[in-house]
């Protein structure tokens, strides 16, 4: 029976222990849900204007979407109209590049065709004009040594002979 009584002893021992476990955590419940309460009371003036608040958020998030929206649609078709000018613009350059491209073909050969000209123009003065200018010379050139001979008619002195027959040699 000894063993017994320490049995109910000890068994007395748990449910005490467990009672008084249980008394403790009523006790803390208890505090908690008076803490709840008392916060409750803090909390419960701010619940309306806390609502409000979430509403003008909610109309506030709601305007700025339609803003942002509509902003993206702008972007959007200012972004392609800006492709479309450049895309013009671009034809537009290519336009111009060539032309300039075909104009200075052109300015080219009419250089060319003028140089060729002037070439010609001086060849034709060269030919038609200083050929017979140098002919003409020539023959003045002779009709003066004959006119100088005949109607000269002096004869060289042999101290000027001598002297260019020297010379040549």
Known sequence: MAQSET???LMAIAVAISSISLLLSAVASVGMFRAVKRLEAKIEPLVPEAMSTLKEA???IAETSV???DV???SKSLLEQSQSQLEHFN???EEVTGRLRIQAERAEL???DSLQRVQEVVHTLHSGVMRPVREVSGVMNGIRTAFTTFLGGRRPSVAQATH??????
């Open 58 to 60: 909610r109309a506030a």
């Open 7 to 9: 049995t109910f002893l």
């Open 91 to 93: 034809a537009a350059r």
């Open 67 to 69: 803003m942002v929206r």
């Open 110 to 112: 009419v250089l060319e």
């Open 164 to 169: 260019d027959e020297e010379m040549f040699i």
């Open 72 to 74: 993206g649609e702008r």
